[in-house]
């Protein structure tokens, strides 16, 4: 997932995320963030207790090397 221009999620978006969306990612080997912020970089952190999946983040200027790495999955 590419996160440009991402300012976050409101309060029933999360809940919503939390309730709903995140089950799907249990159906991923690896998720590839890719992102520019501080705060994105310590969210991929996060993500990690919400699936099964190898998540890595990588910069924007790492967006070939994160595609090299769903690949390599």
């Not at 970089?41 to 910069?59: C, M, Q």
């Amino acid at each position: 997932m590419q996160l440009e221009d991402f300012h976050g999620w409101g309060l029933h978006a999360a809940w919503d995320d939390v309730c709903l969306g995140l089950k799907p990612y249990r159906d991923f080997d690896r998720i590839a963030m890719v992102g520019g912020r501080k705060w994105e970089r310590w969210l991929a952190a996060i993500w990690k207790s919400f699936t099964t999946a190898k998540v890595r983040y990588f910069g924007v200027s790492e967006a070939d090397a994160a595609w090299k790495w769903i690949g390599e999955g």
